[in-house]
């Protein structure tokens, strides 16, 4: 899920890292806008909360956003994710 004035639009996450992930939606965002992102992990019930994430490229129905800002908690929560995820 993710939300800049005026929308709010949901997607869904590939490659995701710590510096940030590639999101397919049918929704139209502009590259260079920021936005506050929630991303759902398949190992917990609380959703990660990225605070604040710039909009770095569009293509189509894809867009790459990088991570700017997430809580310490967040940050490690992904850190464990990735960690557990990497092959």
């Known amino acids: 899920m993710f939300a800049s004035a005026p929308f709010i639009g949901e997607g869904v996450v590939h490659n ?11 929704r139209m965002v502009l590259e260079g806008s920021y936005m506050t992102v929630r991303v759902l992990l398949p190992d917990a019930a609380r959703a990660l909360t990225v605070e604040l994430a710039a909009v770095r490229w569009v293509r189509k129905q894809y867009f790459g956003i990088e991570f700017l800002r997430l809580p310490t908690s967040d940050r490690a929560r992904l850190e464990q994710f990735l960690l557990g995820h990497h092959r």
């Open 16 to 26: 995701l890292s710590q510096a940030g992930c590639l999101v397919e939606c049918d």
